[in-house]
């Protein structure tokens, strides 16, 4: 089973940038689907990013795409999404997710998350 573990939240500034990492251990990282889903104050968990177990595929949410970038390192067994020009709709506690390896990623349902991080976006 693979445990999850998120860094790189914080605070900062609309129109800036972070970095958000997820690192594995304890599975075959290469055989995992990866997801970076969020969840505001007051509002359910969505999706934001996806990305197949071999790299190739990746899925951005609209209100992300050409913002956020999803992207994996399997010999790191760490997947990383970059967020740029953040706004305060992006505030929420950010989760790091995986699922065994299908062929498609879509649906987008996954079995292990990790704790979550913040990220906070003042205007």
């Known amino acids: 089973q693979v445990q999850l573990a998120e860094s790189g939240g914080g605070s900062v500034q609309a129109g800036g940038s972070l970095r958000l990492s997820c690192a594995a251990s304890?599975?075959?990282?290469?055989?995992?689907?990866m997801g970076w889903f969020r969840q505001a104050p007051g509002k359910e968990r969505e999706l934001v990013a996806a990305?197949?177990?071999?790299?190739?595929?990746?899925y951005h949410a609209d209100s992300v795409k050409d913002r956020f970038t999803v992207s994996r390192n399997n010999a790191k067994k760490t997947v990383s999404l970059q967020m740029n020009r953040l706004n305060a709709e992006d505030t929420a506690v950010y989760y790091c997710a995986a699922r065994f390896g299908r062929v498609a990623l879509n649906p987008f349902t996954f079995d292990y998350w990790g704790q979550g991080t913040q990220v906070t976006v003042s205007s």
């Open positions: 304890g599975g075959t990282f290469v055989n995992y689907d």
């Open positions: 990305i197949r177990w071999s790299g190739e595929i990746t």
